[in-house]
């Protein structure tokens, strides 16, 4: 009969990605299978990425998916390119000797390691930053109301030193600041920032805001009618 000793999920962090031991599944006529899943927390591409896990003694493997290379007891398996936020998902299906008692914490032994590019040192933010301006439609004159400026980075890239730009036009007044510099921003990371205006006149006012990255920009654009 196979034996698992406390059966519960481990957490095993390997520096460039965020792991979670999979459950181990135990039974008399199974073998026993585990893994991890794990989300690359690389701020760019990594190459010749490579996991390496060590099998408990008492054991025999049976199989790995994906497939690995297997020499005795320790198993590699070569993924080349990883991507930020990739997922990466490995199982090993083992069979334990008979009376053989594993702790999860045996099975918690897997490394990683990788090199980086520096070609990929600029990160190509151009198509990735989405902005976008929440106003109503119209106020009147000396009514208070607000703004909800929203950022989305739906790139696989940090974006570090985002300069915001506000721009209120005359007949709009607002204690909030007209520059903003977000020094990170992570991948599909959202922000809203919340500014609370007043309309001092009658006309229709245009609001826009303007993110730059480097020598990229993005903008949004709203439009305000303020009614007597």
Same mark, same amino acid.
């Given at each position: 009969?196979?034996?698992?000793?406390?059966? #519960?999920? &481990?957490?095993?962090?390997?520096? #460039?990605?965020?792991? &979670?031991?999979?459950? /181990?599944?135990?039974?008399?006529?199974?073998?026993?299978?585990?893994?991890?899943? #794990?989300?690359?927390?690389?701020?760019?591409?990594?190459?010749?990425?490579?996991?390496?896990?060590?099998?408990?003694?008492?054991?025999?493997?049976?199989?790995?998916? /994906?497939?690995?290379?297997?020499?005795?007891?320790?198993?590699?398996?070569?993924?080349?390119?990883?991507? /930020?936020?990739?997922?990466?998902?490995?199982?090993?299906?083992? #069979?334990?000797?008979?009376?053989?008692?594993?702790?999860?914490?045996?099975?918690?032994?897997?490394?990683?390691?990788?090199?980086?590019?520096?070609?990929?040192?600029?990160?190509?933010?151009?198509?990735?930053?989405?902005?976008?301006?929440?106003?109503? /439609?119209?106020?009147?004159?000396?009514?208070?109301?607000?703004?909800?400026?929203?950022?989305?980075?739906?790139?696989?890239?940090? =974006?570090?030193?985002?300069? =915001?730009?506000?721009?209120?036009?005359?007949?709009?007044?607002?204690?909030?600041?007209?520059?903003?510099?977000?020094?990170?921003?992570?991948?599909?990371?959202?922000?809203?920032?919340?500014?609370?205006?007043?309309?001092?006149?009658?006309? &229709?006012?245009?609001?826009?805001?303007?993110?730059?990255?480097?020598?990229? &920009?993005?903008?949004?654009?709203?439009?305000?009618?303020?009614?007597?």
């Amino acid at each position: 009969m196979m034996n698992l000793q406390n059966p #519960a999920e &481990t957490a095993n962090p390997i520096g #460039a990605v965020e792991i &979670t031991i999979d459950q /181990p599944v135990a039974g008399s006529d199974l073998p026993l299978v585990y893994g991890l899943a #794990a989300k690359v927390l690389l701020p760019r591409p990594a190459f010749g990425f490579k996991v390496d896990h060590d099998i408990p003694d008492g054991v025999t493997l049976i199989d790995t998916k /994906p497939s690995a290379t297997c020499l005795g007891g320790h198993i590699m398996w070569n993924l080349g390119r990883v991507d /930020p936020g990739q997922e990466i998902r490995l199982q090993v299906i083992v #069979a334990p000797e008979p009376d053989r008692v594993i702790s999860p914490q045996e099975l918690a032994t897997f490394t990683a390691t990788y090199t980086q590019n520096l070609y990929f040192e600029t990160p190509i933010i151009s198509s990735r930053l989405r902005l976008k301006i929440e106003a109503p /439609p119209q106020v009147e004159v000396g009514e208070e109301f607000e703004c909800h400026f929203h950022l989305h980075n739906g790139g696989n890239w940090i =974006l570090n030193h985002l300069a =915001l730009d506000f721009q209120i036009p005359e007949g709009l007044e607002t204690d909030a600041p007209a520059k903003v510099v977000v020094d990170e921003m992570l991948p599909k990371e959202n922000r809203t920032y919340k500014v609370k205006l007043s309309a001092n006149q009658a006309g &229709t006012f245009p609001l826009s805001i303007t993110a730059q990255v480097g020598d990229k &920009t993005e903008q949004a654009t709203a439009q305000i009618i303020v009614g007597n």
